[in-house]
């Protein structure tokens, strides 16, 4: 029971993520190269934030000022990145002669760099949790009021989390680069309540904080959808039931 847990809550989240990774970004090398870079980055957020955290000692036990402090460095780390990715325009230019699809759409960065945080990001938010779940027991667990969701939940979110990153880099990076601030605040503004809404999780208030993230994600998915130039084309939706998709992240 506990392998079949562990390959569940594995494939709930990092099914999708691998799906989008195999399908978007496999078949580039220099899009690969995009995605460990920034995640790299996401380490470094971890880095900083961990220091931090150990430098400001009275704070220690306050989980807000953790979490504050966390999206603060990675917020900042996506901006450097974005700096980097910038610097590097000419020479990714360069590389890619035979397909300019990637530098010449902004937004195809942006995703590929934006899945690599987030899955990183999943990676530390949930490795610990399922080398628990393999068993034979884990201590704590289901006692005490706990709940058996714990780890179907935290596979939940870890997901949610993953998908909020690519959304999130989406429209940071169109921010930034129109100067409209307004879409820069709308990340920074919606991962901080994402990530406080975690800590309901500590009161096994795990749907109190699953479905606020979910609604989350899907405004953080259209303001990103817009932001990439996707429209939505009322009279092709009434004629055939389906909104046309103009995007192309896989060229």
Known sequence: MTVMEFFGCTFIAFGPPFA????????DPIRIIILIASAFFWLLSLLLSSIWWAIVTPLKET??????SSVVFQEVMRFLVYLLLTKAEGGLKRVTETNTALVDNKHILAYVSGLGFGIMSGAFALINILADSVGPGTVGLRRDGDSPMFFVTSAITTLCFILLHASWNVTFYAGVDRRNYGLT??????HLVASLLTL???NHLYWASIIPNYIIL??????????????LKLD???????PPVTLNVAD
Do not use: E, P, Q
């Not at 605040?185 to 919606?190: D, K, L, M």
């Not at 092709?236 to 389906?242: A, Q, V």
């Open 218 to 231: 899907l405004v953080n998915a259209w303001f990103a959808f817009r932001c990439a130039g996707g429209r």
């Open 236 to 242: 092709d939706i009434r004629r055939t039931g389906l």
């Open 63 to 68: 989980l807000v000022f953790a979490v504050i």
């Open 200 to 202: 309901l999780n500590k």
């Open 20 to 27: 989008m990774f195999y399908y978007t970004i496999a078949h």
């Open 185 to 190: 605040a709308i990340v920074f503004v919606s």
